[in-house]
């Protein structure tokens, strides 16, 4: 069964612009991950928040976590058309599997 | 290479027949993953093993899949009796530790098509 929940299932943006996308998710966790995956094949690791963290930043990436409830964002500034993929929110709880939301579709055009 | 390695990258079988999908980690790494994706769909978790043990088999979806690492590095996901609804995308990750804040690295996957 998938845990998160990502929030829109698609996203079009021209390039230049901010993407935002969220992520919900139901048991408590022990970390939460934001990945990208290009034409449905392999994922690469964007970013790891950990429970008793509330905001970290990586290059033009910015992710917030709000454990009260249950969510997390995940801000792309000043996007490009190589961030065009899916970007997936996997939280970890007691082991150490990774359970994925659906994704969000993220087109950016020229 | 560098990175986890899948082979092969496509396999089409037949309905009924066996199938092994490999997996070469990334050197020194003691996790491996195996995951599923289907159209549309997040990874869904199969297997976690830590060394040559299966820490967690949770996610295997009934006893037609079965997994090995007999040597603690490349792993192999086999399928018997092969079905259409197990047609996706199998993806291997291996990560340093397997703790539950180390990055786990993906392969490309091998994308089985039962027909």
């Known amino acids: 069964s998938q845990q998160g929940e990502e929030d829109p299932q698609a996203l079009s943006i021209q390039e230049g612009e901010n993407a935002t996308m969220n992520c919900s998710y139901k048991t408590s966790i022990n970390n939460l991950q934001w990945y990208r995956q290009n034409s449905g094949r392999g994922l690469v690791h964007l970013i790891l928040?950990?429970?008793?963290?509330r905001e970290k930043h990586s290059g033009r990436l910015r992710v917030t976590l709000d454990t009260s409830k249950k969510s997390s964002s995940l801000l792309i500034t000043a996007s490009r058309a190589a961030d065009t993929a899916s970007y997936f929110c996997?939280?970890?709880?007691?082991?150490?599997?990774?359970?994925f939301g659906k994704g969000t579709s993220l087109l950016v055009t020229p | 290479g560098a990175g986890v390695s899948q082979t092969p990258s496509n396999k089409v079988t037949e309905k009924g027949k066996y199938v092994e999908l490999r997996c070469d980690p990334i050197s020194g790494h003691t996790a491996l993953y195996w995951y599923r994706q289907s159209l549309g769909q997040g990874p869904e978790f199969l297997i976690y093993f830590q060394g040559t043990g299966a820490a967690d088999d949770s996610g295997l979806p009934n006893d037609r899949f079965f997994a090995v690492r007999p040597e603690g590095s490349v792993s192999t996901l086999k399928i018997q009796r092969t079905e259409r609804g197990d047609s996706a995308v199998y993806l291997c990750?291996?990560?340093?530790?397997?703790?539950?804040?180390?990055?786990?690295?993906f392969g490309q996957g091998t994308r089985l098509t039962v027909v």
């Open positions: 990750a291996s990560s340093l530790s397997g703790g539950p804040y180390t990055e786990a690295f």
């Open positions: 928040i950990r429970s008793n963290e």
């Open positions: 996997a939280t970890a709880s007691s082991g150490y599997a990774l359970n």
